[in-house]
């Protein structure tokens, strides 16, 4: 939500248009989407996964994907995060695994993307891995958290956390409706182009709700993943958190790959857990463009890539 509204919903709206699609499609890598992007394929991703451990950041790793209308295209997907997860074993990484549920067939059946999260579920719990349920846009909210609670029904704490958004009304009252299962919670500003009907459509208060939901989760005692790249964000929640007494093994910090490099290694040197989220594969189109709506400095990269030829 750093960026201007408008800019924002041009971005979004010129995303949409079949040339640029195809434009980008074919020459983004190139132009920038490898600088968020840990490549088109698994060997690519493990390869950045390993240089970043060796640099002292734990990791959540997405399988890029969502909005499938195929039963058999959820099944790819889960068959793509097996091989993850034994890979990750395999080479001794410090990843999570970090998984959308529209990628797991929402949009085919509700009863098809749980199944289909309780089989990767099965096989990362058992291997003490734990994995992270994503939000989408406003229209997946209520089935998300509905597959969460029913994930939580089997699988504890530990194996499975769940994604709120700052940018979006109904957050405050979801986070207390969640209170109950103790959950692990990644909190995010909201990076997908709502309407103002259902998203706060100013900074200021998105940045607002988020310290209220970040503090009033800590206060309760429960894991807070503070996924943000505002520095003064993180600096005003460090306040209150060294206020409250708050220990450093109930939260930690996570950013996006390829955003803010130098402040993830200061955040890391002060001894903070910085998780970095590295999400890979050929699906790459709708996370770089939210990557673009997110900050004018990404557009920017890409522009001058451009012009580089």
């Known amino acids: ?30 132009l920038g989407a490898s600088r968020f992007v840990a490549g ?13 451990n060796d640099e002292g950041f734990p990791l959540a790793v997405q399988f890029l994907g969502e909005h499938v209308t195929r039963a058999e295209a959820a099944a790819e ?59 989408e846009d406003s229209p997946y909210t209520e089935k998300t958290l509905r597959l969460y609670r029913r994930l939580r029904e089997h699988f504890g704490t ?34 997908y182009n709502e309407p103002a009907s259902v998203a706060y459509p100013d900074k200021a208060e998105v940045d607002r709700n988020y310290r209220q939901l970040v503090q009033r989760h800590l206060e309760r005692g429960h894991y807070a993943a503070i996924a943000t790249h505002d520095d003064r964000l993180m600096e005003d929640l460090l306040g209150f958190i060294e206020a409250r007494g708050i220990p450093r093994d109930r939260f930690e910090f996570q950013m996006l790959y390829g955003i803010r490099p130098q402040l993830q290694r200061q955040m890391r040197d002060r001894g903070y857990r910085m998780r970095v989220y590295i999400p890979y594969g050929r699906d790459w189109y709708g996370y770089f463009v939210r990557r673009l709506a997110e900050r004018p400095a990404n ?3 890409v522009l001058r890539n451009l012009i580089r030829g």
């Not at 995060?81 to 509700?110: C, F, N, T, W």
């Not at 990767?120 to 349920?133: C, M």
């Open 77 to 135: 997907a889960v068959e793509e995060y097996l091989r993850l997860l034994s890979a990750l074993e395999e080479h001794g990484i410090d990843a999570y695994i970090s998984i959308k549920p529209s990628q797991m067939g929402l949009e085919v059946d509700e009863e098809l993307a749980y199944a289909n999260c309780r089989r990767i579920l099965e096989r990362t719990a058992a291997a003490g891995r734990f994995v992270r349920i994503e939000m």
């Open 40 to 52: 088109e394929d698994l060997p690519s991703a493990l390869q950045v996964a390993r240089q970043l």
């Open 299 to 301: 557009v920017g990269f």
């Open 158 to 191: 530990q194996d499975v956390g769940i994604v709120l958004q700052a940018y979006l009304y109904r957050s405050a009252e979801d986070l207390e409706a969640l209170a109950d299962l103790q959950p692990n919670i990644r909190f995010v500003k909201g990076a």
């Open 1 to 30: 939500m750093a960026e201007p509204h408008w800019s924002r919903q041009l971005i979004f709206t010129l995303a949409g248009n079949p040339a640029v699609t195809r434009f980008v499609t074919r020459y983004g890598m190139r």
